[in-house]
């Protein structure tokens, strides 16, 4: 299940319990939701800064054309 799917899900289940006035198990789904976003923007930020610093692409390119030259 990737990260849309996961929201959607948790996003469907949130809508439901509001209409059956379920508060506790709505709140605890909606920071479950936030938690996981958090930490997905958080880690995609963290992979964005490692790839720049590394300069990734460019170190790969030349990675893969080591033997060629």
Request: with cysteine; net charge negative; aromatic share 10%.
């Amino acid at each position: 299940m990737d990260k849309q799917e996961i929201l959607a899900k948790l996003e469907m289940c949130i809508y439901i319990l509001e209409t059956t006035d379920n508060l506790y198990v709505r709140k605890q789904l909606e920071k479950i939701s936030d938690a996981l976003v958090k930490d997905w923007n958080e880690s995609d930020a963290y992979a964005q800064e490692i790839r720049e610093v590394l300069n990734y692409d460019e170190t790969m390119y030349n990675l893969n054309n080591i033997w060629k030259k």
